[in-house]
């Protein structure tokens, strides 16, 4: 009898364990999948990134490379500073960077739409010392896919 008491206790903090394992792990799940939710959100859909506004997609896709604010980088590579350039004033150039890559940078753009260039580009050349006006528009950006020649 006393056998039996001691294995039905013993059962039962067993079984007491169990829940508050698989509570722990219930838990454990959710929150690993609220965080994926939150990390995923900012990836690609269908081979597009989904942010819209230029200073969303550049926190993304550009500033990873080009810093924070758009200061660039000496590391591991040399990445541009992309305030306070000139180099921005015709907005062709920078959009056909971003379209097309050049040496050490990917071309970025092609996962992102005619309009989402648009807005990166625009955002970079009118911030951080920046001030260039000059439209840019879709049509100019699908201009300048090499693969849609
Ligand atoms: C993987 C790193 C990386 C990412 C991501 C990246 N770039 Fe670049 N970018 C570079 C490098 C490296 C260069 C220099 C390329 C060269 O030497 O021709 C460059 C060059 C440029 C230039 C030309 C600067 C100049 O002075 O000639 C522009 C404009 C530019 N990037 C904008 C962007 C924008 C906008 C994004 C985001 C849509 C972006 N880049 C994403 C690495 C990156």
């Given at each position: 009898m006393r056998h039996f008491k001691f294995f039905v206790t013993a059962t039962l903090s067993g079984y007491k364990q169990l829940i508050l394992l698989i509570l722990r792990l219930i838990v454990t799940l959710t929150c690993s999948t609220a965080v994926m939710a939150q990390t995923t959100a900012d990836f690609p859909r269908d081979g597009v990134?989904?942010?819209?506004?230029g200073e969303h997609i550049y926190r993304v896709?550009?500033?990873?490379?080009?810093m924070p604010q758009g200061q660039g980088a000496v590391g591991a590579g040399k990445y541009p500073a992309?305030?306070?350039?000139?180099?921005?004033?015709?907005p062709v150039y920078p959009a056909y960077v971003v379209v097309n890559g050049s040496h050490a940078m990917p071309?970025?753009?092609?996962?992102?739409t005619n309009e989402q260039v648009v807005e990166v580009v625009q955002f970079v050349r009118s911030n951080w010392g920046n001030h260039f006006l000059t439209p840019l528009s879709p049509a100019e950006v699908q201009a300048l896919r090499i693969s849609s020649h």
């Open positions: 990134f989904v942010q819209q506004t896709t550009c500033q990873g490379c080009h992309l305030a306070n350039n000139p180099r921005l004033a015709n071309p970025v753009g092609q996962m992102l």
